[in-house]
């Protein structure tokens, strides 16, 4: 199990941009495949973005795509989310979730595929 922690929330204004980090230790961070989430209040926890392990493959929420970015460093053990253009309906708890998968192709965009998440980050986005 690799445990994940979260950073770089914060308050910004419509149209910044913040950049999420997700810190992996106690694992192999490469075999694992990579997502983020998000939960605003009242509602069920959402897909934003995911990424295969080797870093080649990607998938975004629509309502995300040409603003916000997946990435990951697997020298550093770190994934990140890259949002700009925030809009006040991005607001939430933002949580990245990993999975070892056996292809450096695979991804998920299931929350009930992914096993190891972190505490999460509150994103607040004031129009």
């Known amino acids: 199990q690799v445990q994940l922690v979260e950073s770089g929330g914060g308050l910004v204004q419509a149209g910044d941009s913040l950049r999420l980090s997700c810190a992996a230790s106690?694992?192999?961070?490469?075999?694992?495949?990579m997502a983020w989430f998000r939960q605003a209040p009242g509602k069920e926890r959402e897909f934003v973005a995911a990424i295969a392990w080797s870093g080649a493959f990607t998938y975004y929420l629509e309502s995300v795509k040409g603003r916000f970015t997946i990435s990951r460093d697997n020298s550093k053990n770190t994934g990140y989310l890259q949002m700009n253009s925030l809009k006040a309906e991005d607001t939430a708890v933002y949580y990245c979730a990993a999975v070892v998968t056996p292809s450096n192709r695979l991804y998920f965009t299931r929350k009930e595929e992914y096993n190891n998440w972190g505490q999460g980050t509150q994103v607040t986005v004031s129009s």
């Open positions: 106690g694992g192999t961070f490469s075999n694992y495949a």
